[in-house]
C-alpha cells in the first residue's frame, strides 16, 4: 500500500510539473481594456509596447534598477540600427517614467525629443499608421515632455526661451525662439499656464483638440497701453499651443547637439501646422483657457455694482464694447447683450460652444457690450448704437468690409430691449407714449433737446441685420412690479445727463411729461414693468424691413408654454410676432443662455445666416486654411 500511494504521489506531481505554464480566465472587458490603454501617462508602469521592448533586449530587470544605464543601452541599440522605431518610442515613454519618478528635467525634454522623433522619422519608412495606438501616446507624451521640460522653478508656469538645455547621455538641447513668436496683435506672450493641467468647473463642456505641441494659456500685455481704443481687445489670455520642432530628429539623435526651433501659434488663426509634407493639427485647449481667463476676470464684481452705480462707476474702470479677438476682415460680428446686473461673463457657455464650432469657426466674430442695467433702456440703447456706429466707422473706415455690414445682435432679457432699439424706426411714437407735448416744442435747452432726441427718437443702424431675443420682457417683467424689485431700483443712481434733462423738462413744462416730477421713474426696472408706457410703446414698433428676427423663450414648466414663465418673464411677454422663429425651452430658468437646446438653436441661426450671406455676398464663405484640422473635439463640434 505504501509503495503505491509513494507512486500515486510521484505521477500526480509529475503531472503538476508538467501541466501548461499559461492560463487564461475571464475577466470584464473593462478590465482588459484599461490594461491594453495603460502607459506611463496614466499609470506607475509603461505601456505593453515598450515592455515588450524591454523585454526582447533582457532589459526588464535592469530598468527597475537601473533606469538611466538601461536608457542608455537603449539609446545604443537606437543609434546602431538595430532598435528601429519600436525602440525609439519606448525611449520616448521610458525617458518621461524615469522624469516622472526622478523630477529631472533632461528626461523630460528626451522624452519629448524621442517622442517627436517616433512621430516624424523624415523620410523614413517607420512612421507609425493613422490608427497605431502609440501615435496617440507619443503625441501626449511629446505634449508632456514639452510642458515639463521648461516648467518654471516654482512650477506655476512654463518658460519658453531659447538656451541651450542638457539632455541624458552629454547630448545639449539648443533652442532658438524668434522674439517674433512672443508677440500678438500688438501685444506681449507671457505668463504661458500649462492648461491641460487644470480641471475645469462651470462650463458645461470642455473643447480639446487632440494634436501635437503644448496646449498653454498665454497672458497677454499690451505693448501700447491705448492698444484697446484701437481695436477693442480686452481679453487677457490667449489660447496657444508651443511646439518644439526638430528638424530630421532621427538624425539629430547621433549628433552632439540637437538643434530646435520653438514655435508658438495662436488658436484663433492657427489650428494645423505642416511637418514633413504632412498636415498636423495642433493640441488645442480653448475650453480651459476661456475658463482660466474667466475666473481672472473683475466683470463678476461688474454686475451689481454697474446696476447700482450707474455711470458713477465710471466708464473709465471697464471697456464698454469688448472683442475676445482682433477684428478680422471677412467675418461677420455678433455682439452678445447682457440682461440686468449681469455682465458678459454669463455668455461663457454660449461661446464656448459657437467658438469651437467647426461650421462657424472662421465665418463670425464675437463682441460683447456692457452697459450700467440699472440705467433707462433708451439711455443704454442709445449708448449700444452709438458704441457699435463708432466701433464699424473705426475698424472699418472706407466701408469695404461687407461682413460687418451683416451684423447678429443677441440680447438676454432687458439686453433683448437694447437689441431691439438697434433695428426700430420709432418715429414720435416712444416720445408720444412719455410726453404730452412734442419736443420742439418744449422749453428746453439744447442740450437737453439733443439728449431726447437721441433716447427716443431711434432710427435702426443699417448694419444689423439679424436679431436674437433670449427671455426678453417685450411686454415687461413681472418681477419688475414687485414692491421689493421696485424698492431696490430706487436705489440705482440715474445718469447725471438723463436727471439734469428730466429736472430741465419739468422746470418749463411741469405738465409734458408721464412722471411725477418729485420721484421721476426712469430707471431699467420702472421701464420693464408690464403696462408702463415706454414698453407697450415699443412692443408695437416692428422691426425695420430687411431685419431678420429670433426668439428663444424658456419656461419653468413643460409645453404647451401659454400661461407659463421662466421665473421672471411670462411667455405671453416674451413672445412676439413677427418673428422668423421661436424656440420654446421647457423645464428652464430666466438664464437659458448657457442651456445647450438655446446655444443649439443660436447655432442653427449663426449657421443659417452665414450660408445665407455667403450666398450673396461671398464672403463668410468657410474657416482659413489655417484653422483647418483633421481633429475630432470633445463634444459635437459642428
Known amino acids: 500500500m505504501r509503495a503505491t500511494a509513494r507512486a500515486l504521489t510521484a505521477v500526480l506531481l509529475l503531472a503538476v510539473a508538467c501541466g501548461p505554464p499559461i492560463s487564461v480566465h475571464r475577466v470584464a472587458p473593462r478590465t482588459v481594456t484599461r490594461e491594453l490603454a495603460s502607459s506611463a501617462l496614466n499609470s506607475n508602469r509603461p505601456s505593453l509596447f515598450s515592455a515588450g521592448v524591454l523585454y526582447r533586449w533582457s532589459l526588464t530587470d535592469r530598468f527597475a534598477s537601473d533606469p538611466e544605464g538601461t536608457l542608455a543601452a537603449l539609446r545604443e541599440k537606437v543609434l546602431a540600427g538595430t532598435g528601429g522605431s ?171 547637439t540637437v538643434d530646435a526651433t520653438m514655435e508658438i501659434y495662436s488658436a484663433t488663426d492657427t489650428r494645423a501646422i505642416v511637418v514633413d509634407d504632412r498636415t498636423v493639427p495642433l493640441e488645442v485647449e480653448p475650453s480651459a483657457v476661456l475658463a482660466y481667463g474667466l475666473s481672472r476676470s473683475k466683470m463678476w464684481d461688474w454686475e451689481l455694482k454697474a446696476f447700482l452705480l450707474g455711470d458713477l462707476f465710471g466708464r473709465e474702470t471697464k471697456p464698454t464694447l469688448a472683442l475676445v479677438q482682433p477684428y478680422r476682415r471677412g467675418r461677420i460680428p455678433v455682439v452678445f447683450v447682457h440682461g440686468t446686473a449681469s455682465s458678459p461673463g454669463r455668455w461663457a457657455d454660449m461661446l464656448n460652444v459657437l467658438s469651437n464650432s467647426r461650421h462657424l469657426r472662421g465665418r463670425f466674430q464675437y463682441w460683447f457690450f456692457f452697459y450700467e442695467s440699472g440705467n433707462p433702456i433708451p439711455y443704454s440703447a442709445m449708448h449700444l448704437r452709438e458704441t457699435l456706429e463708432q466701433a464699424v466707422h473705426r475698424l472699418d473706415p472706407d466701408g469695404t468690409d461687407p461682413a460687418l455690414q451683416q451684423m447678429v445682435v443677441i440680447g438676454h432679457s432687458q439686453g433683448g430691449l437694447l437689441t431691439k432699439m438697434t433695428a426700430v424706426d420709432s418715429g414720435d411714437r416712444i416720445w408720444r407714449a412719455l410726453s404730452s407735448r412734442p419736443l420742439d416744442r418744449l ?196
Not at 155 to 182: A, C, I, M, Y
Not at 517 to 545: C, D, N, Q, R
Not at 552 to 571: A, F, H, R, W
Request: glycine share 8%; aromatic share 8%.
Open 86 to 256: 519600436n525602440a525609439v518610442f519606448a525611449l520616448a515613454e521610458l525617458s518621461f517614467k524615469h522624469a516622472d519618478d526622478s523630477h529631472k528635467r533632461e528626461y523630460y525634454l528626451a522624452a519629448a525629443l524621442y517622442a517627436w522623433a517616433f512621430l516624424f522619422p523624415h523620410g523614413a519608412d517607420d512612421a507609425p499608421a493613422p490608427l497605431d495606438p502609440r501615435a496617440r501616446i507619443a503625441a501626449d507624451l511629446y505634449n508632456r515632455g514639452l510642458t515639463r521640460g521648461f516648467v518654471s522653478p516654482d512650477g506655476t508656469h512654463v518658460d519658453l526661451e531659447s538656451g541651450r538645455f542638457p539632455l541624458p547621455g552629454g547630448q545639449t538641447l539648443v533652442v532658438d525662439l524668434p522674439p517674433g513668436n512672443l508677440t500678438w496683435s500688438n501685444r506681449e506672450l507671457v505668463g504661458f499656464i500649462p492648461v491641460a493641467e487644470l480641471a475645469v468647473k462651470g462650463l458645461g463642456v470642455r473643447y480639446r483638440q487632440p494634436g501635437i505641441g503644448a496646449p498653454l494659456a498665454a497672458e497677454l500685455r499690451p505693448i501700447d497701453p491705448a492698444q484697446y481704443e484701437k481695436d477693442y481687445v480686452t481679453a487677457t489670455t490667449l489660447a496657444v499651443t508651443a511646439v518644439l520642432r526638430v528638424d530630421d530628429a532621427r538624425r539629430q539623435l547621433a549628433a552632439p
Open 443 to 638: 422749453s428746453v435747452s439744447d442740450g437737453t433737446r439733443s439728449l431726447l432726441e437721441h433716447t427716443m427718437f431711434v432710427r435702426p443702424l443699417p448694419f444689423v441685420r439679424r436679431l436674437v431675443y433670449i427671455s426678453t420682457p417685450h411686454h415687461g417683467s413681472y418681477v419688475a412690479a414687485y414692491s421689493l424689485s421696485q424698492w431696490v431700483s430706487s436705489f440705482a443712481r440715474l445718469p447725471r445727463s438723463m436727471l439734469e434733462a428730466a429736472s430741465d423738462v419739468f422746470r418749463g413744462n411741469p405738465d409734458a411729461l408721464a412722471w411725477d416730477p418729485e420721484h421721476p421713474k426712469i430707471g431699467s426696472v420702472y421701464g420693464m414693468t408690464p403696462g408702463s408706457p415706454f414698453i407697450e410703446a415699443l412692443a408695437a414698433l416692428p422691426t425695420a424691413p430687411g431685419v431678420v428676427a429670433h426668439s428663444i423663450i424658456p419656461v419653468t414648466g413643460d409645453l404647451p408654454p401659454e400661461g407659463e414663465g421662466d421665473g421672471v418673464v411670462k411667455y405671453q411677454s416674451a413672445h412676439v410676432d413677427g418673428v422668423e422663429s421661436e424656440q420654446v425651452v421647457p423645464r428652464s430658468g430666466h438664464s437659458v443662455q448657457g442651456n445647450p437646446a438655446a446655444i443649439e438653436e443660436v447655432r442653427r441661426i449663426l449657421a443659417e445666416h452665414a450660408d445665407q450671406v455667403c450666398r450673396t455676398l461671398d464672403v463668410a464663405c468657410e474657416q482659413p486654411p489655417g484653422l483647418r484640422a483633421p481633429a475630432v473635439e470633445n463634444g459635437d463640434s459642428r
